[in-house]
Nanobody, 122 residues
Framework: QAQLVESGGRLVQAGGSLRLSCAAS????????MGWFRQAPGKEREFVAA????????YYADSVKGRFTISRDNAKNLVYLQMSSLKPEDTAVYYC???????????????WGQGTQVTVSS
């Protein structure tokens, strides 16, 4: 049974940094592209970043490019989202997801975690 568990979300001041982690189990991890999405109150879920199964390709939303970095450790079945220069508008629940296609479209991801809350204070 596939399971994704996010961790690392907390309250942080604007300009600060935070690293989110997502632990995967029950899937052939290196065969899956991994994505991070976020959903702010009253808004739709949006794409943040994605990484291919081997880790050689990454893709970012324009809103986080240059501030966030996605990475993965296939030996440990972990994917990370390093966030820096955080802004209040980054406040959201962050979700990791696993899919067989390298995509920014949420519909292409088959498995989802429960999310971790990131709050950026001004």
């Amino acid at each position: 049974q596939a399971q994704l568990v996010e961790s690392g979300g907390r309250l942080v001041q604007a300009g600060g940094s935070l690293r989110l982690s997502c632990a995967a189990s029950g899937i052939a991890f290196s065969s899956y592209a991994m994505g991070w999405f976020r959903q702010a109150p009253g808004k739709e879920r949006e794409f943040v970043a994605a990484i291919s199964g081997g880790g050689g390709s990454t893709y970012y939303a324009d809103s986080v490019k240059g501030r966030f970095t996605i990475s993965r450790d296939n030996a440990k079945n972990l994917v990370y989202l390093q966030m820096s220069s955080l802004k209040p508008e980054d406040t959201a629940v962050y979700y990791c997801a696993a899919g067989l296609g390298f995509s920014r479209t949420s519909a292409n991801y088959h498995y989802w975690g429960q999310g971790t809350q990131v709050t950026v204070s001004s």
